[in-house]
């Protein structure tokens, strides 16, 4: 069971990247899937998630209006596009499979984590 994060990089304040997480489709395509991302010297935190049929998107205050969570199932792929970035958004950014199909922000309810990858936004 493997989750591998990509997409990861330095970028200028104002700018936008796309995260991409590939998943073992036979497992994950029915579990709700989350981000989530650690700065250096922080706690990990919820980021965003989505449900496993896409009905329902969870966005922390912090990224609303800026991120976006989707899914291809097909493709096996959950993404994280992200807008208007800031330094404060500087952190690991970790992809995650939850236990259940519905979407959730706390961490214990994910079994599966990716690697990480990692975004710097310069100012």
């Known amino acids: 069971v493997q989750l591998q994060a990509s997409g990861g990089g330095l970028v200028q304040a104002g700018g936008s990247l796309r995260l991409s997480c590939a998943h073992s489709g036979r497992i994950f395509s029915n579990n709700g899937m989350g981000w989530f991302r650690q700065a250096l010297g922080k706690e990990r935190e919820f980021v965003a998630t989505?449900?496993?049929?896409?009905?329902?998107?969870y966005y922390a205050n912090s990224v609303k209006g800026r991120f976006t969570i989707s899914r291809d199932n097909a493709k096996n792929a959950l993404y994280l596009h992200m807008d208007s970035l800031n330094p404060e958004d500087t952190a690991v950014y970790y992809c995650a499979a939850a236990r259940g199909a519905g979407a959730s922000s706390a961490p214990d309810t994910y079994r599966y984590w990716g690697q990480g990858t990692q975004v710097t936004v310069s100012s």
């Open positions: 989505i449900s496993w049929n896409s009905a329902y998107t």
